[in-house]
């Protein structure tokens, strides 16, 4: 089966934004390497002394995906940028598990459309959360 992944870049803030994600979902990282980390005899992999706490890769799973992310940094350093080509979608099986997962991931964040019944028939919100990640919370409404 195939399965769509969300791979998150940050700039120096990964484990902290990864943590905000654990104390929602819950679960445990299933991986957690450090630049630090990295074989030292390879000349492709230099990496800075001063990066060597940033995170190389993370996985979070959460249900049947993983939610992965890195810093990033060195020369890769200038082209980031924060939040802005991608959402991460998550859909639901109750209206109240997208009202948790949407008020706890919005916490310190900005709201762009607060959950809601939409004219597509699903309960569907929209935000961006504290580290500038845009997410979209669905759960699809059954008709009666």
Not at 4 to 24: D, I, P, S
Not at 34 to 39: E, G, H, I, L, S
Not at 91 to 107: C, M, W, Y
């Amino acid at each position: 089966m195939t399965t769509v992944n969300t791979y998150l870049t940050f700039k120096g803030n990964c484990e902290e934004a990864f943590n905000f994600y654990k104390a929602t979902f819950g679960g445990e990282y299933s991986f957690l390497g450090r630049f630090k980390d990295m074989p030292k005899d390879d000349p492709n992999l230099v990496v800075a002394e001063s990066e060597y706490e940033k995170i190389m890769h993370m996985s979070l799973p959460i249900g049947d995906t993983v939610l992965m992310g890195s810093d990033t940094g060195g020369e890769w350093t200038k082209g980031f940028t924060q939040g802005n080509n991608f959402s991460v979608s998550i859909n639901t099986d109750s209206k109240e598990e997208a009202d948790r997962l949407f008020q706890g991931l919005s916490q310190g964040g900005n709201i762009i459309m607060p959950m809601n019944t939409t004219f597509w028939g699903s309960y569907f919100g929209m935000f961006s959360d504290q580290f500038g990640i845009q997410w979209m919370v669905s759960f699809e409404v059954m008709p009666k």
